[in-house]
T-cell receptor, first 113, second 113 residues
Framework: KAGVTQTPRYLIKTRGQQVTLSCSPISGHRSVSWYQQTPGQGLQFLFE???????NKGNFPGRFSGRQFSNSRSEMNVSTLELGDSALYLC????????????FGPGTRLLVL | GQQLNQSPQSMFIQEGEDVSMNCTSS?????WLWYKQDPGEGPVLLIA?????ELTSNGRLTAQFGITRKDSFLNISASIPSDVGIYFC?????????????FGKGTHLIIQP
């Protein structure tokens, strides 16, 4: 069974631009969660989607948004990029919302210049 | 929010040595997860624990769900070079909180030749 895939793996943007990241969950998994990982803050929860609905949201500004499609694939968008948005963005999938066992993708490394 | 305290922060060991690390919380957790992350990759699930007192092995790895439900331990026996990485404990906040998984800050394992 294929794992969680994320595209692109690496991205360089400049301040003020926007970016869209994509995640395909494990086949059969309907819940997708997004996390931001930085050296200073560690892994922080962004939001979770299940059945095309956002179920939970972490403490991030409205510039961070996401969506989920009917095939469970998910995208997250960051608008008006800031230098501090440079991070590894991780997607995790699980069978159910607030699924206790989440499986992570390889991440997208975003660098904002 | 919930915090998971991992110790030690770093471990410098010789190949072949056994490794022990732990994770504690001020709150009760109903599930403990242990992940390993290699540089530039997403966390990989090693072991999941669902019941207080549970002891589970995965090859040379053994993890235990503390009887108080406020701690968990991970042991690696006879370490090898590929064990190098960052080990995270994680768990869903008690009470089905809306913040995704809570992660510890990680234990960096470094194996000296």
């Amino acid at each position: 069974k294929a794992g969680v895939t994320q595209t692109p793996r690496y991205l360089i943007k400049t301040r003020g631009q926007q970016v869209t990241l994509s995640c395909s969950p494990i086949s059969g998994h309907r819940s997708v969660s997004w996390y931001q990982q930085t050296p200073g803050q560690g892994l922080q929860f962004l939001f979770e989607y299940f059945s095309e609905t956002q179920r939970n949201k972490g403490n991030f500004p409205g510039r961070f948004s996401g969506r989920q499609f009917s095939n469970s694939r998910s995208e997250m968008n960051v608008s008006t990029l800031e230098l501090g948005d440079s991070a590894l963005y991780l997607c995790a999938s699980s069978l159910y919302p607030r699924g206790e066992t989440q499986y992570f993708g390889p991440g997208t490394r975003l660098l904002v210049l | 929010g919930q915090q998971l305290n991992q110790s030690p922060q770093s471990m410098f060991i010789q190949e072949g040595e056994d490794v022990s690390m732990n994770c504690t919380s001020s709150s009760i957790f109903n599930t403990w997860l242990w992940y390993k992350q290699d540089p530039g990759e997403g966390p990989v699930l090693l072991i999941a624990l669902y019941k207080a007192g549970e002891l589970t092995s995965n090859g040379r790895l053994t993890a235990q769900f503390g009887i108080t439900r406020k701690d968990s331990f991970l042991n690696i026996s006879a370490s090898i070079p590929s064990d190098v990485g960052i080990y995270f404990c994680a768990g869903p906040p008690p009470g089905g909180g809306a913040d995704g998984l809570t992660f510890g800050k990680g234990t960096h394992l470094i194996i000296q030749p």
